[in-house]
């Protein structure tokens, strides 16, 4: 008898913490059980222009055509838009005519290869969108878990930030890439979130950048208007607007950023610090990728489908400090935020001049036309 067939699609690389980390859950939880499992890396942070993600979009659905996997988990929103959308039965979304014409005018792919693998069940995690960006509603044999801030975490810490800071009113400036991970967090995550922040006199704005020039403009206009920086996606901010354009090194761009500003900084995700920051309050990669690989574990050995247990939400945060991080961005927090990421293994060495890793002296001279070229 045939072992059931999962494919994992990562829109990514484990060259991205991000990814490394939902991968790890994935494995670990899949590796329980005797499947046959085979993953994909689609590299589209790296690789953003369309003709790339196409063409690995495209390649991606030949190998499900060829190999007939039983469950695809689909890790963040370019495996969504390249390759589940592909799958949907588009005769159970029961949209008007002019609301199914524009989905798939923005999806070109939607439900073209649904008679393909009809019975394929697909589970989605790591998600800025809504299930019905993607024509996943109705769909029986589709479901997963959303990316989303923990608000809840995010708000106390804020709270607390403001009042060590002595803030009558705290404003918080975003900087994001232009990512298509991005333009859905400012259209859910973000709204959202300041929505919750409002009334505790927090102000959340944003500011998206797609070029190196746009990025320095908006870092400049928020040393204005901000108190503290708030960083969450930042991975595709290119030289110039060309679709061959050299990526800025993320890494590159947070050490510069930082070296560049008097602003206190804090990340949403954990490989903020990773590239230089002292603090994040992340979503947790393996809670996506645990859910996930149980959704498909769930399937596969007691027949619920991906969409029975209703879309799950975000309820995990891990926090990431680096040492001394009071002394570099001035203000104190409870000592239970040290203590979680000690105990979680999340505490990153000071920045020093000899931390190849962290920021040092030449960050913060980088010319970046020399760097473009």
């Known amino acids: 008898m045939d072992r059931p067939r999962v494919l994992v699609i990562q829109s990514y690389t484990t060259d991205f913490s991000w990814s490394r980390d939902t991968d790890k859950a994935i494995r670990q939880t899949l590796d329980r059980k005797s499947y046959d499992t085979q993953y994909f890396y689609m590299d589209t942070k790296k690789h953003s222009d369309e003709n790339f993600k196409n063409i690995i979009g495209s390649q991606i659905r030949e190998r499900i055509n060829e190999w007939k996997p039983d469950v695809i988990i689909a890790v963040d929103d370019n495996a969504q838009s390249l390759v589940t959308s592909c799958y949907v039965n588009t005769q159970k979304l029961n949209l008007p005519p002019a609301e199914l014409a524009e989905l ?9 290869c649904y008679q393909e693998s009809p019975d394929m069940a697909m589970i989605y995690t790591g998600v800025g969108a809504e299930p019905n960006d993607y024509g996943f509603d ?34 918080i400036v975003a ?34 950048a797609s070029t190196i020039t746009q990025w320095q403009v908006n870092l400049k206009e928020a040393e204005k208007e901000g108190d503290m920086l708030l960083f969450t996606l930042y991975h595709t901010v290119k ?20 070296n560049n500003t008097n602003l206190p900084s804090i990340g949403a995700w954990g490989f903020f610090v990773e590239d230089g920051g002292e603090f994040a309050v992340g ?79 030449s960050t913060n001279k980088i010319d970046w036309p020399q760097y473009c070229q």
């Open 175 to 208: 900087l994001v890439d232009n990512s298509t991970t991005s333009k859905y967090n400012v259209n859910n995550s973000f709204r959202t979130f300041s929505e919750t922040l409002a009334p505790l006199n927090i102000k959340l704005t944003y500011k998206v």
């Open 104 to 112: 798939k005018s923005s999806i070109p792919i939607l439900g073209k």
């Open 239 to 258: 030289c110039d607007a060309g679709g061959q354009s050299k990526r800025i090194f993320p890494r590159d761009l947070v050490q510069w950023t930082l």
């Open 283 to 361: 979503v947790s990669p393996f809670e996506q990728g645990y859910v996930a690989a149980q959704m498909a574990i769930d399937y596969l050995d007691k027949g619920i489908a991906p969409a029975d247990g209703g879309v799950q939400q975000t309820k995990q945060s891990i926090i990431y400090m680096r040492e001394n991080r009071a002394i570099s961005q001035g203000f104190e927090l409870p000592s239970i935020y040290k203590d979680f990421a000690l105990a979680t293994n999340n505490i990153f060495p000071a920045c020093s001049e000899n931390n190849n890793a962290c920021a040092n002296s």
């Open 138 to 171: 109705n769909q029986k044999n589709i479901g997963g878990i959303m990316e989303r801030f923990d608000t809840v975490t995010l708000t106390e810490t804020l709270k607390l930030i403001k009042s060590a800071m002595n803030k009558e009113t705290l404003s």
